[in-house]
């Protein structure tokens, strides 16, 4: 260990970082020994969960914070082609929730399924540590489209099923839920911010097995924390009904089989896009089909729920630049006085957990005053702040020459602006998921939000692809270029979903959305939707009323 004179400001980061996961730590045991079933007015099956997810969360996005460079540094992948694996990587890790859902609601149950792909997920990150010398030609980069493979169908398993299980704690009436889920979603970015430093900080400084290896003994941690709080969950996430073992067994196989076929797809991007364009189309052919059989005002909230999908290719296309472009953009051209580049991807997360709260309280706010935005309308106000993110460190770039290093107020500024465009979509469109589904086809149209995000993590890769210009290599004119064309392209595209904002949200009928027509928005399987009360754009009805 250097000594404390030494320290650069990534030492003191990191640092800071261990005080506060100590603290967390001292918190969990401090519940876990206390023999009342409730702290501070919530079952403590959530606070088993929170770390749990915690633990997940710091392995998957500390080893997301590394890939980029790993896939560049290591590998000798040109910057166009790693971001496109990245893209790739990402939207696997989208669409194979799916699967696990599906599993899990049928016949798993949440916990098994939780179980399993926290398995996975060990066994994947803890892969990831094995280098081999480096280079395409290396076979050990088998080794590596393996290790994805893993954390890809592990997240399938665990992503959405723990979100599941916080539900389940509670009843449909309890007025809890909304701060369960808020306090479940703190620890997600807690996780991912603490990870993102940890892992990045040992990866880049010491090796990326050292970062790896972290990320694996995160997740192994977050397996044991699941494991040891079984009886804290109160028999939630259990199986629908009785499993014999050659069943279970028959659908464990089912995971490992698909772990084999996504170690074929992550290694062949094209496949990727064309299956994406195929079952995209189908897709959506079979969402139209069955919203022309429902009555005026269902079919028309049908509508409004494939405009509002629509939308996502382009946002989280531009967003995960985070974790590709952007982060070869800060490592090369950004003044970062000793900063491992890695670590700036935990500013979303720390912006997350400071701006999450005010938004949750802005829009409760102009909900009582019937003045909160609709659905639509935050729609459009994300796209064209996440546009602005991308013209704000392009002018800033400019403005002080290209020719010299970026400064890093304005990798801040840009992750700023994305915060806040991800706080009015991300949580506002998975709450108008459910809302709007007819009860029938709940699953099918949370299955295409994520797919459609799946596809905006592939165009993501796509965008990255751009900036490496014909010779694969990122130059800082050429990611400028592409950033500020698709700033103004997502600007523009903001302001025509505002103008039709008022047109979609008289598709959605608010007026007449009763209790009985949601697809249960309680039941949301989605750490981000609680804290958001959308339902305050029906006037003349109280927020709290739906």
């Known amino acids: 260990m250097k000594p404390m004179d030494l320290w650069q400001e990534g030492d003191w980061i990191a640092a800071i970082a261990v ?42 996005y500390g080893m997301r914070a590394l890939l980029i460079f790993y896939l560049t540094k290591h590998w000798l992948f040109s910057d166009s082609k790693a971001s496109l694996i990245y893209g790739a990587y990402t939207s696997l890790v989208y669409i194979t929730p799916v699967l696990g859902g599906y599993l899990a609601d049928r016949y798993l149950g949440q916990r098994k399924a939780v179980l399993f792909g926290g398995l996975l997920l060990a066994v994947g990150h803890s892969l990831m540590a094995v280098e081999g010398v480096g280079g395409q030609n290396d076979p050990t ?21 723990i979100s599941v299980m916080v539900g389940q704690l509670y009843k449909l009436t309890d007025v809890r839920r909304d701060g369960a889920y ?15 430093i940890f892992v990045g900080y040992l990866g880049e400084t010491l090796g990326w097995a050292y970062g790896f290896g972290l990320a694996g003994i995160g997740m192994l941690l977050g397996l044991i924390v699941f494991v040891l709080g079984k009886k ?62 429902l009555p005026k005002e269902p079919r028309e909230r049908m509508f409004a729920i494939l405009f509002l999908i629509s939308l996502n290719p382009l946002f989280w296309g531009l967003f995960e630049q985070a974790g590709g472009s952007m982060s070869i953009f800060t490592d090369k051209f950004v003044e970062r006085g000793g900063v491992p580049a890695s670590l700036f991807q935990s500013i979303n997360p720390i912006f997350i957990i400071l701006l999450a709260p005010l938004f949750a309280a802005l829009w409760v706010s102009l909900g009582k005053r019937n003045a909160e935005p609709s659905a639509p309308a935050k729609f459009g106000l994300a796209l064209a702040q996440m546009g602005l993110a991308n013209l704000v460190l392009v002018w800033g770039a400019q403005a002080y020459g290209v020719a010299v290093m970026t400064p890093v107020f304005l990798v801040f500024a840009y992750y700023f602006f994305a915060t806040t465009a ?11 998921m459910n809302r709007l589904a007819p009860r029938f086809l709940a699953s099918l149209i949370m299955g295409a939000w994520f797919y459609m995000t799946a596809v905006g993590n592939f165009v993501a890769g796509k965008i990255g692809e751009a900036t490496g210009g014909e010779g694969g290599e990122q130059s800082k004119e050429g990611l400028l270029h592409i950033y500020g064309m698709f700033g103004y392209i997502s600007i523009g595209a903001g302001i025509v979903v505002l103008l039709l904002s008022p047109l979609v949200k008289r598709w959605m009928h608010l007026d007449t959305l009763g209790q009985d027509d949601l697809a249960g928005r309680d039941q949301l399987a989605e750490n981000e939707a609680p804290g958001m ?13 739906a």
């Open 141 to 161: 980069i088998n080794v590596f489209w393996l290790a994805l493979a893993f954390i890809i169908v592990g997240s399938g398993f665990l992503k959405a099923n």
């Open 19 to 60: 005080f506060l996961l100590v603290v967390f730590l001292a918190i969990g045991g401090k519940i876990a020994v206390q023999k009342d079933p409730e702290f501070a007015g919530h079952p403590k099956g959530l606070y088993m969960l929170f770390f749990a997810e915690m633990w997940e969360r710091f392995s998957y």
């Open 422 to 432: 991800e706080l009015c979509l991300s949580p506002v469109g998975l709450s108008a």
């Open 232 to 293: 804290a969950l109160n028999g939630a996430g259990e199986a629908p009904s009785p499993l014999s073992k050659n069943k279970e067994f028959s659908l464990y196989g089912i995971g490992i089989a698909s772990v084999a076929v996504i170690w074929g797809l992550v290694q062949y991007q094209d496949v990727i896009q064309t299956l994406l364009i195929i079952t995209g189309v189908g897709l959506l052919g079979y969402v139209l089909f069955e919203s022309f059989k």
């Open 533 to 545: 009360f959308p339902q305050g754009e029906t006037a003349p009805t109280s927020p709290r009323q």
């Open 182 to 196: 808020t306090i479940f979603y703190m620890g997600v970015n807690v996780g991912a911010a603490i990870g993102t």
